[in-house]
């Protein structure tokens, strides 16, 4: 128990010094909040630590990154005009997307809900990887489009680095969950840089054509990533809510239009009508296209007070379009030859598809109520979060594409999953393990 407790203050890994770079580099990337955001201001002051927290989670959350899409940049941007959010670089990319909440409290409790690339980072280094040599984390600003020049210019920066550490080895880069959709933008936009520094590509969860039962919800109700007791210390789902309304990430999440999903999904609502004084019940049914009329009815008199100030944050047509132009790049993107693709996706996990709000005995009256209702789902089967149809529809030549019975984020902690990568990766824990095959590739592709 004494060792448990020094371990959460001194750290439980270490690396040899004498290690070189004998295997080929992995990247790891992270999804959709799954990346360490701090505050940090425009002019002198401390980083402030606004995502994950558990600590004044919900007021430092309001106060430092609700934010505002910018139509003429592309970009969200904080709404405290005194400060910026960035990523932490620390631990060459890893500590971003290791415990969340990196907190002393959270380390010595043992609070598994924050740790996020946690277990797999320690299964990599147990397999002899060495970070800052071997082994990198990406994290970024997931409330970006996933094709942001920010978002490509980090991840092109990580690529560069983690090769030339090497010495001039491939990188093989394992994404989680929105994470795969951003390598999916960035082999569009830079197909031949890609090429130049990418051996192996190994995506996990990934919403390849949406996660519509999740997305739809979260446009309209929020998104609660805690539940029972816990969420008391939080961020809240409206909270969330508010934030997620204005990130073009979340709306290139919607379900693909152009995909040939076993059912369309759609949104239901139980709507009350009166006429002549006599009312009546209707469900109400949205396909994909009439969805967005459903959004803005609903999200018509959204709004935010924030320093004084009220902000209209109704359902972002411009965002909606940009999330479009980025779902046609994703649907056309080709994996360039010589990168070996992997697929894992979860299965055996209720995962929201339908949506619907209010029922026969409490009905809908305006649509603006949808807002402050808790949904009913329908499910198909998945993660909990991506369904397996999804993940899988990545239109791309697989070598493998395994499903495994996991949560979303516990697909980041399973055993099969752990073992899947080593096979892939060519490596075991503690044993040593050459593979010049990529690095003798490149030399004669140049």
């Known amino acids: 128990m004494l060792r448990d407790y020094c371990c959460c203050f001194y750290g439980a890994r270490s690396s040899d010094p004498t290690d070189v770079a004998d295997r080929d580099p992995v990247v790891l990337i992270s999804g959709i909040a799954g990346s360490i955001l701090n505050s940090k201001p425009k002019k002198l002051g401390f980083e402030t630590r606004v995502w994950v927290r558990i600590l004044l989670a919900d007021l430092e959350f309001k106060k430092k990154l609700w934010s505002i899409y910018n139509p003429d940049t ?3 941007e904080a709404l405290d005009g005194n400060s910026e959010i960035v990523v932490p670089q620390d631990d060459y990319g890893l500590y971003a997307i290791d415990i969340l909440d990196p907190s002393a409290l959270v380390k010595c409790l043992h609070l598994t809900d924050v740790y996020h690339f ?3 980072i320690d299964m990599l280094v147990g397999c002899g990887y060495k970070k800052g040599t071997t082994l990198f984390g990406y994290g970024y600003d997931f409330r970006q489009s996933n094709r942001i020049g920010q978002l490509m210019d980090g991840l092109k920066e990580k690529l560069e680095a983690a090769y030339k ?11 989680h969950s929105m994470g795969g959709l951003l390598v999916t933008c960035f082999i569009s936009l830079h197909s031949e840089i890609f090429s130049r520094y990418v051996n192996k590509w190994i995506t996990i969860a990934t919403p390849f054509q949406g996660a519509p039962g999740c997305i739809n919800d979260s446009i309209l109700t929020g998104l609660q990533f805690v ?7 939080f961020v809240s789902r409206w909270s969330m809510h508010q934030l997620l309304v204005e990130c073009p990430s979340v709306y290139e999440m919607l379900p693909n239009p152009d995909f040939n999903w076993k059912k369309q999904p759609e949104i239901q609502v139980w709507r009350k009508h009166s006429n002549d004084g006599e009312s009546s019940v209707e469900l109400e049914t949205y396909g994909r296209n009439e969805c967005v009329s459903l959004f803005e009815e609903a999200l018509k008199n959204n709004e935010l007070k924030i320093g004084g100030k009220t902000v209209a944050l109704p359902f972002n047509v411009a965002i909606l379009k940009w999330a479009a132009a980025t779902r046609e790049l994703i649907n ?7 990168v070996s693709f992997y697929n894992i996706y979860g299965t055996s996990f209720d995962t929201p598809f339908d949506v619907c709000y209010g029922s026969e005995s409490t009905p809908i009256g305006d649509l603006s109520e949808i807002c402050h209702t808790l949904p009913e789902y329908s499910y198909v089967d998945g993660d909990g979060t991506v369904p397996s149809e999804s993940a899988m529809g990545d239109n791309f030549e697989a070598v493998e594409r395994v499903g495994v019975s996991a949560s979303h984020r516990g697909l980041l902690t399973n055993e099969k999953v752990f073992q899947l990568i080593q096979k892939w990766l060519q490596v075991s824990p503690n044993t040593k393990h050459s593979n010049y095959t990529s690095k003798v590739m490149h030399a004669y592709s140049n």
């Open 332 to 338: 056309k993107t080709q994996l360039p030859k010589g």
């Open 165 to 175: 550490a090497s010495g001039g080895r491939k990188v093989n880069i394992i994404s």
């Open 227 to 233: 539940e029972g007791f816990e969420s008391f210390f």
């Open 118 to 120: 946690h277990d797999m």
């Open 74 to 76: 592309g970009y969200t």
